[in-house]
């Protein structure tokens, strides 16, 4: 029996549990950077490898490396008897449990505790209940998590308009967790995603300071689900873009990142919606499979409640 868990904390307060079999950590951020589908896999990790030494400050070799071993489990994984995916109802797990469902499809076995509350939260009596009491993956969901990765790693994120509307019966949060995704593409309003559009408010309101800015962005319980890395990342953009939207001051490398935010002129004009955070920045980052750029730009309709396509801005 081998286990798949979303991170180092739940995995060790498993084996303390004395829950039975083979913990690992499943460590990526399919959140951000690029995923796209059908490339053969040596290529899949070294994009990967590359996007997240380069927005996450690690060494290129040895994230290439971990990322392969880990490929090399997942293959091994359809010798174990069972494998035991465990997650929590959050966007970050969501995806990494759609990447693993299709990856470990021939798997003999698989069984999946799909936790509402943070795992690494849980007692180790509690974890251990919830692992007697997990539930074989069905053919149902498997189904949708076939669909619904497809659509995440589409080309053309409107594919993933088909699961916003309505919850999924076989897999719960499904809907919910997906529509966190949309949300994170740039807004009709202002161009600036939900992720973007929290930590701007939060700042404007008083969070200048990394702890506390974190602290409020998703709360009771969170559903982006990030990690201080990722959160990180999306400051670092509003920052560093042609015309930025915040200033960092301090040390960004510190855990946690001893970082100042302030919000720019500029920033106020977008909160406002006065001016367009899209059209005044070269856009060029990942959603998935979707490549946004100037010419190539989706948006978030939060009225409609679909991604909608975005004609370039005019020269």
Not at 19 to 37: I, K, W
Request: some cysteine; aromatic content about 10%; proline content about 6%.
């Amino acid at each position: 029996m081998i286990h798949f868990h979303n991170g180092d904390v739940a995995a060790s307060l498993a084996r303390r549990a004395g829950v039975p079999g083979r913990h690992v950590p499943f460590r990526e951020s399919l959140v951000g950077g690029p995923v796209r589908p059908n490339l053969p896999l040596h290529e899949f990790v070294e994009e990967r490898a590359l996007f997240l030494s380069e927005h996450h400050g690690e060494s290129l070799l040895r994230v290439r490396n971990e990322l392969l071993e880990q490929e090399m489990n997942l293959d091994k994984a359809r010798e174990e008897e069972e494998v035991v995916l465990w997650f929590e109802h959050d966007l970050f797990c969501l995806v990494h449990l759609l990447y693993l469902l299709t990856r470990l499809v021939k798997c003999r076995r698989i069984t999946l505790i799909w936790c509402p509350q943070p795992l690494g939260l849980q007692s180790e009596e509690e974890l251990f209940n919830l692992f007697q009491s997990r539930a074989a993956v069905l053919p149902a969901m498997m189904t949708a998590a076939s669909l619904a990765w497809r659509a995440f790693t589409s080309d053309d994120p409107t594919a993933l308009n088909r699961f916003l509307e309505n919850d999924v019966a076989d897999f719960p949060f499904l809907r919910d967790g997906l529509r966190l995704h949309a949300s994170r593409f740039p807004s009709t309003r202002n161009g600036l995603g939900e992720v973007e559009r929290r930590a701007v408010d939060g700042i404007a309101a008083g969070a200048s300071d990394f702890v506390s800015l974190f602290g409020q962005f998703d709360k009771n319980p969170p559903r982006f689900g990030f990690g201080d890395g990722e959160f990180l990342r999306h400051l670092k953009h509003l920052a560093n873009v042609a015309v930025p939207v915040i200033t960092i001051i301090g040390d960004e490398k510190a855990n946690p990142p001893k970082a100042l935010f302030t919000v720019t002129p500029a920033g106020v004009n977008v909160m406002e919606g006065k001016v367009d955070f899209i059209e005044i920045n070269n856009a060029n980052f990942w959603l998935g499979g979707a490549h946004l750029t100037r010419e190539r730009m989706w948006r978030w309709d939060a009225g409609l409640r679909q991604i909608v396509p975005s004609q370039p801005a005019a020269s």
